[in-house]
């Protein structure tokens, strides 16, 4: 209790890392170039994307999985404006150096979209204050696990993004049979169909938001390509071998899309 009188929120996370580390005579140095700053060298505490850390820019791998993406998105079109679904991170860092204009935001409950909270953006993704067709990239990691309905995110997403503008973002994927809902808004109230699950943020401390998902990775093409996108998902390595890939969703809105039945 008293850490969490003296730490800020996002020290309080990063101090639970060690918790989630291997021991330390198991952590190594990767010698491979950072996607995002150039960087050498990485500091692999564990065998996750999220326990691999640049030693030049600090950004892990979570966070660095999007970039190589975007580089590859921005091959066969031109990012005039995107949109990251945070306000700190290494995928907004590149944004904001390769993008002409970049929305960063975070999610206040109670707070209408398109709101200043505190100086920030606040921006529901089930119902953004974005007009339609009027971004080309949207980025985000860790997030559509906390969306009550993850499904009217994508489809607002969808609504927002010009033809052939991508929305890549990261969740946990679990190998089971189908995406599990942990928990649901009905009336106005939170109803938990297991024992609540929370997850740490930067911004309002350690297991302070709530998991309403469990995304499976065998449904989760099926899932997001039912609003309109082509959808695939993409193993990014930060790391070599044997350190696992991180898996990235890359949704597409088709350049042309086929009119209503």
């Known amino acids: 209790m008293l850490s969490r009188k003296i730490l800020s929120p ?6 639970r890392l060690l918790t989630w580390s291997d021991p330390l005579y198991k952590w190594r140095i990767s ?3 950072c996607p995002s700053c150039g960087g050498k060298y990485f500091l692999i505490m564990a ?6 850390r640049c030693l030049s820019c600090r950004a892990n791998g979570t966070n660095l999985s999007l970039i190589p993406l975007i580089k590859k998105h921005q091959q066969s079109r031109p990012l005039r404006e995107a949109w990251e679904m945070s306000t700190y991170g290494a995928t907004l860092s590149f944004l904001k ?6 929305y960063e935001s975070e999610y206040f409950q109670g707070k209408r979209s398109g709101e200043i909270v505190n100086g920030i953006l606040n921006q529901d993704v089930q119902e953004t204050s974005f007009s339609d067709l009027s971004l080309d990239l949207i ?3 860790q997030v559509f696990e906390h969306v009550p309905d993850d499904m009217k995110g994508y489809a607002e997403c969808f609504r927002v993004l010009r033809p052939g503008g991508a929305l890549l973002f990261t969740v946990p994927l679990y190998d089971i049979p189908a995406t599990e809902k942990l928990a649901e808004i009905r009336d106005g109230e939170l109803v938990y169909f297991t024992e609540p699950e929370y997850h740490d943020s930067r911004a309002t401390g350690p297991e302070s938001v709530l998991t ?6 065998n449904d989760i093409v099926e899932r997001v390509s039912s609003v309109g996108f082509n959808v695939t998902v993409e193993d990014v390595f930060i790391a070599p071998y044997p350190t696992p890939a991180e898996k990235v969703v890359y949704a597409v809105k088709p350049i042309s899309t086929p009119p209503p039945l």
């Open 31 to 33: 010698k491979t170039p």
């Open 47 to 52: 065998s996750r994307a999220f326990m691999i």
């Open 139 to 141: 980025t985000s990691n």
């Open 10 to 15: 996002r020290w309080q996370a990063a101090a």
């Open 212 to 217: 309403f998902w469990h995304h499976s990775l």
């Open 97 to 102: 150096r390769h993008v002409d204009h970049v």
